[in-house]
């Protein structure tokens, strides 16, 4: 057996070719092991950056960022704004209008390969009618857990469970 070649035959085909082969094969699991062990942070670290320039423009209220943070195709499954890039620029600036105060704070991030999980906590001021409800001045806090599906760099698809009974509930000041 040839070792240069080794890398393009598969774990179960060096074991097959006996005990030699098994401790190659053994010797490239521990080497690819700790290959993978580093492309998963590099690969963590940069979703890690990105949910933070994410969470820095959103809470600067700066839309101008987004180009750099999302996909220009960008794929949103809500059902609460449409989909692609220019579609996000107008929910931000909206969501900025109702709520001038408007912050969120990430609780939890989860990487995978090309996803991003995050549990965030978002606040504002009650300042704006939002959902026909007159402004309360109270200061409301609703929870998100967000999946993003990251291409290139850049957040190319999201889905979402909002908890919109809990802003219900302190917007009407139940």
């Not at 929910?91 to 408007?102: G, H, L, S, V």
């Not at 409800?133 to 290139?152: F, M």
Request: contains cysteine; proline residues 2%.
């Amino acid at each position: 057996m040839n070792l240069h070649t080794a890398g393009s035959i598969g774990r179960r085909e060096l074991i097959m070719h006996g005990r030699g082969a098994a401790l190659v094969a053994a010797g490239l699991g521990a080497t690819m092991a700790r290959a993978n062990a580093a492309t998963r942070e590099e690969l963590c670290a940069a979703h890690d950056k990105l949910l933070d320039r994410y969470l820095a423009a959103v809470n600067a209220h700066d839309t101008s960022k987004f180009s750099e943070i999302f996909t220009e195709a960008y794929i949103q499954h809500s059902g609460r704004s449409p989909s692609g890039l220019q579609a996000q620029i107008v929910n931000y600036q909206q969501i900025f209008a109702n709520w001038p105060d408007f912050e969120s704070r990430i609780e939890d991030r989860i990487f995978g390969y090309d996803k991003i999980v995050a549990r965030s906590m978002l606040s504002a001021t009650h300042t704006r009618t939002i959902q026909g409800l007159a402004p309360t001045g109270r200061r409301v806090a609703w929870s998100t857990i967000d999946i993003w599906r990251v291409e290139d760099g850049r957040l190319a698809e999201h889905w979402d469970v909002v908890d919109i009974a809990a802003l219900q509930k302190q917007l009407r000041g139940d």
